[in-house]
């Protein structure tokens, strides 16, 4: 078990693209992070980086108190000492179950009776006792997923690395994994890094979760602190679905340009403040859908489409151009209807404090 | 909107009553798929089965025991593993350090190493006598300064080399196929295991690879087994006798009573080999596992401090074995006589323009082209039939009408040519150079049932089933849908014939007859006949075709 360090790491691919830039990142003893971000946005590259698969460029990375990269020089991979789960699982088909899970602990140079005792003890563990002697071409896609787990983590690596390592599995079983991880991992007491599409299983899973996005970290935290309290416009869309318009704030309150939304100073929140250009997110929660009647011809939209939900419709309102994601409890409007769109709360981001990319667009993004 | 129903319900036979074919009638594909069948067994099934006949009712088995052919068939069968092994070999370490690591230059390196297939083997072989024959440069160098030559490719050694230096580019192909489907998360489980790159490759990737590199083994020891180019123009000038070559001195000099049934004889015998090489491949490829698609594109293994010599010996070894033999060519075809030393006054074109105005050369060439031609078009049109079929209709024929075209590319070209030899006379085709083309459709219409089902079987059925669901009909929707898809791939497939016809030795050699000689027959003849440098001159001229042509190939979308 170790902690893990990115301070100021960068890399630049041989074209000149950017994977990562500025990193700085601690990883406790034990925790359990979750990197989470839209596709292209470094979170692989982060995690790769730390396997010993790419080099950064520059900065330095470090497990425990060894230093692994520092942008000259790089630990290759096999001895860093990590365990990895990789997305397809990447079983070997040419060799046994237990043979698989054996391999680390060959290469580890333990003796047979030792490898033989770890194997079986893994295997039960991750809920295959028995079946060392399996073809893994037998084996449906969860057990395999759980073999590639068991093998991850038979030489006792100081750190466990999962690559979308549920990803490819089918939702009630996904679900299933997810937990038995989640407990495996926390009773071992070890360092997970978590690399995952899936905002939610982000934000269940982890201790603290990582949101990238054009190679920067945009936000570290606890996922209360991120649903709550979003850093920048960025995160709140991609966690939460927030809408985000630009506009200017002043003493009175919010001004979308070129559309009609205007949100009093009341409903903006306190944090993190500031005045002048600057971009407004509101989270589905915060959305509330009025009746039209009544009500000026600017402040209505059109119901676009609606969505059933367990404990909430999903609805989205095309509001003079801008389409509005909310979440609204309550009967649930039907496609077509004419709707005002209320804020109950908003967070405005001055330009400065916010991130530098990816904002301006509120139409674009409002769907993603 | 009624009126325009109406309309509509007016064709014949509707009023309700459930149209179309009844269950298992025949329709438009059926009878296609019959047609197929037909000129399958023509142009496949019935070669073979004369020669099995022949060979087996002649009751000549004691042939093969006799000096001459026990000889031949140990060398042949020696010169086919040997080689195999060696292409197998050297084709699976070229393919790990050209896709799998970071040498320098490797998209050049990969062109440069698949050259040879584009070079007939009888063209190398007269190109590699320029290099290392007697009277080559080197040879006659080293011969003044220690009394012998360094190395001659006459004789066995020379004709194994020669094989692999022909059939590595193959072993390359098959391996670095299967190799780019590995997918690299199992060789980065590997390194996060805790194994190095190179016990990576032992441990992960080699074993991965066996069952390519079987399959390329049987392949290529197959098609060495009856290569007669190399052994004949090599071999034979220190009496290395294979079968191909046997068989050719039966056929053309009469030294052997009724020759064409020893020849069938020894033809079911290599027909015997062949299938069992086909045997062995379809064993090993049962326990072929599923490899799945890779989600990360696989990073080159760094080579480390090895990278700059790594580089070096593969790029010089790569193109002593490629561009040495051409540089050869080029200097016998532009010197009058063999040993004339190399300087600007002896450089001649009167070897070119003899050899190439000369009339034997002219026949060659007409009757090159036109067979060619004609058999491009034919497996064109048959091979494009039935790869369509075979991937894009639902039937139990399917891999039986499959297995059947591909089965003369696990057969040894000299078995077909037999095979054509016996059946001529039956069917009026004795003496006629169509004979020649009909062992050219035996033999390379599975070239284009390759290409045609290689694209095709990768596109879901769905295509068609739209267009049944718009209305077609089911020969309707083949000939739009499932023809049009694989036009280009089959356009291809031809293209591949023609270029692999015109430059062809071993059919035409065996099937020679009065006034239909091949180009590939005429150059032999010139180098049989002691005109090296007309040969080398000829032999230049197919070498570079056939590298200009396959750059036309390679640019058609296959």
Redesign the interface.
Known sequence: MSSISFSAVGLVYPGGTTGLADIDLEVADGEFLALVGPSGSGKTTLLRTLAGFLAPTSGTVRIGEQVVADGARSTPPEHRRLGMVFQQHAIWPHWSVGRNVEYPLRLAGAPRRERAERVHEVLELVGLAGLERRDPATLSGGQRQRVALARALAARPRLLLLDEALSALDEPLRDRLRLELRALTTSMGLTVLHVTHDRAEALALADRVAVLDGGRLQQVGTPEELVRRPWSAFVARFLSDATVLPGVRDGRGFTADRHPCRVPAEALSDEPGGTGRGSLAVLPEDVELLSAAGSDRSEVGIVASSLFGRDASDVVVTWHGLDVRCRTRGPRPSVGDAVRVGVRRAVFYAEAAQAPEGVAAPVAGALA | MSSSADALAQGPATSGALRGPRRGAPDGVLGLRLALWLVCAAVILVPLAVIVAMGLSADRLVLLLEGDVLEAGRNSLVSALLSAVGAVAVGTALALLVERTDLRGRGALRLLALSPLLVPPFVGAIAWIGLAGPASTVNRAWSEATGGPLWVVYGGDGVVFLLVVHSFPIAYLVVAATLRRI?S??E??????????W?TVR??TL??L?PAALSAFTLVAVSNLADFGIPSIVGLPEGYVTLSTLVYRYLQSGTVEAPLEVVATIGVVLLALAVLGVLVDVLASRSR????????AP?PVSLGRLRGLASVVTWVLVAAVTLLPLWALATQALLPAPGVPLTWANLTLDSLTRAVTAPTTVTGLTNSLWLSALAGVLCAVLGLAIGTLVTRTRSRDNPALRAVAMLPQAIPGLVIAVGWLVLAPRVGLFNTPWLILGAYVTAFVALVVQTVVAPLSATPLTAEEAARVAGASPLRAFLDVSWRMALPAAVTGGFLVVLTAVRELTLSALLLSPGSQTLGVAIFNLQQAGAYNAASALALLVALVGLAGARLAVRQPS
């Open positions: 997918p998360d199992l980065q489980a590997a390194r996060t295991s805790g194994a190095g790159p016990r441990d992960v074993p991965l066996r596992w599923q490899l799945e698609a890779s989600a990360t990073a």
